[in-house]
């Protein structure tokens, strides 16, 4: 007998995702057109059933993978800048590291791939090291 790999989350797990997506939307001042970008959403009646209604939402493993980016940079910003306010802007601050080349990390993330969230996310684990 195969097992079958799950193919999206359950009610309650991605209810728990963008529950903690949308609060660092908040925290970060995204737009909702940001936000849409950053979960890979271009169906506005999706996404405003999933923020209002986040209980609703099963998400495909390409939503659950930039959730994570996303919270894995929200983190390490957390950890690597002393003051919360400061973590919460940086992601809009220019920046001159050659990943950024003068651009936010937020200018990144927004062209949209899941692989623009990996970098910004690596890019700020190594600084950790």
């Not at 799950?6 to 909702?32: C, D, H, M, V, Y």
């Not at 939402?57 to 994570?68: C, G, T, V």
Request: aromatic share 10%.
């Amino acid at each position: 007998m195969a097992i079958k790999a799950p193919t999206g989350t359950n009610r309650n797990q991605g209810s728990i995702a963008l529950n903690a997506f949308f609060k660092i939307g908040e925290l970060w001042q995204l737009t909702n057109g940001e936000q849409m970008i950053l979960l890979g959403l271009n169906n506005e009646s999706t996404f405003y059933k999933w923020k209002n209604h986040p209980e609703t939402a099963r998400l495909d493993p390409d939503k659950i993978e930039r959730i994570s980016y996303l919270l894995g940079i929200y983190k390490d910003l957390q950890s690597l800048l002393g003051s919360k306010a400061t973590a919460n802007t940086w992601v809009r601050q220019p920046n001159t590291a050659p990943l950024f080349g003068g651009r936010s990390a937020l200018d990144l993330m927004l062209q949209g791939k899941v692989a623009d969230l990996f970098l910004v996310r690596q890019y700020l684990h190594s600084q950790k090291a």
